[in-house]
């Protein structure tokens, strides 16, 4: 069986936009697909493991309470994210198969998971920096780009939802267009694709 981690900084109940609902969507389809599955997430108050629909959620919250912005806020909170997939680890007897990081931010938990337990991680990503905001030039937003950069290099494969932003990832980062899977969220087989992208992982036929 495989056991896969999501890192997701929104799920159900905490919606903020489409993110939580598609993360949940994959969860559910990796449950039924017999695949082992946890979601960490954060929560501004409710925190621990609890079972919903067959997954295995791991919420967290911020130990700092006072940020001046973003960054600072996703930084503190990427330790809490690496405590709790690294007992999930550990409860599983140092058997964790994979991590999907969706998004940049839990991004730095995911890369030194990787260096520390050898767990390879997806990047499936949402948006880019570029886009979020016009000229990403400030040391604000390029901060934020060396963070999709290192998750970019790091990964075992991207997975983006559409052949433009395939397109906008090989040209803003130079990551090569084999490394990146394009699964449409509205496609009927994107969900097989997801969980072939993972297996090609698993079994080591990653693209460097």
Same mark, same amino acid.
């Given at each position: 069986?495989?056991?896969?981690?999501?890192?997701?900084?929104?799920?159900?109940?905490?919606?903020?936009?489409?993110?939580?609902?598609?993360?949940?969507?994959?969860? /559910?389809?990796?449950?039924? @697909?017999?695949?082992?599955?946890?979601?960490?997430?954060?929560?501004?108050?409710?925190?621990?493991?609890? !079972?919903? !629909?067959?997954?295995?959620?791991?919420?967290?919250? @911020?130990?700092?309470?006072?940020?001046?912005?973003? /960054?600072?806020?996703?930084?503190?909170?990427?330790? !809490?994210?690496?405590?709790?997939?690294? @007992?999930?680890? +550990?409860?599983?007897?140092?058997?964790?198969?994979?991590?999907? &990081? +969706?998004?940049?931010?839990?991004?730095?938990?995911? &890369?030194?998971?990787?260096? $520390?337990?050898?767990?390879?991680?997806?990047?499936?990503?949402?948006?880019?920096?570029? +886009?979020? #905001? +016009?000229?990403?030039?400030?040391?604000? @937003?390029?901060?934020?780009?060396?963070?999709?950069?290192?998750?970019?290099?790091?990964?075992?494969?991207?997975?983006?939802? #559409?052949?433009?932003?395939?397109?906008?990832?090989?040209?803003?980062?130079?990551?090569?267009?084999?490394?990146?899977? &394009?699964?449409?969220?509205?496609? !009927? $087989?994107?969900?097989?694709?997801?969980?072939?992208?993972?297996?090609? &992982?698993?079994?080591?036929? #990653?693209?460097?």
């Amino acid at each position: 069986m495989m056991r896969v981690i999501i890192f997701s900084w929104e799920f159900p109940p905490r919606i903020v936009g489409q993110l939580g609902e598609h993360v949940r969507e994959i969860a /559910l389809n990796l449950v039924k @697909n017999g695949v082992e599955t946890y979601v960490v997430t954060y929560h501004d108050h409710l925190t621990g493991l609890s !079972e919903e !629909e067959g997954i295995s959620v791991y919420r967290v919250t @911020n130990p700092v309470r006072t940020h001046n912005g973003v /960054l600072t806020w996703v930084l503190t909170l990427n330790q !809490e994210v690496e405590r709790a997939a690294a @007992n999930i680890y +550990h409860n599983l007897d140092r058997r964790v198969d994979l991590i999907d &990081v +969706h998004d940049w931010h839990f991004i730095p938990a995911a &890369v030194t998971l990787k260096e $520390a337990l050898d767990i390879p991680f997806v990047y499936s990503v949402e948006s880019l920096e570029d +886009h979020r #905001s +016009h000229g990403a030039e400030s040391p604000f @937003n390029i901060a934020i780009k060396s963070i999709e950069q290192l998750g970019l290099y790091e990964t075992e494969r991207v997975v983006v939802k #559409s052949g433009w932003m395939q397109d906008e990832v090989n040209r803003i980062y130079g990551i090569p267009k084999a490394k990146i899977k &394009v699964v449409p969220p509205e496609s !009927e $087989a994107g969900f097989d694709e997801i969980l072939e992208t993972y297996s090609s &992982v698993v079994g080591g036929r #990653s693209i460097g």
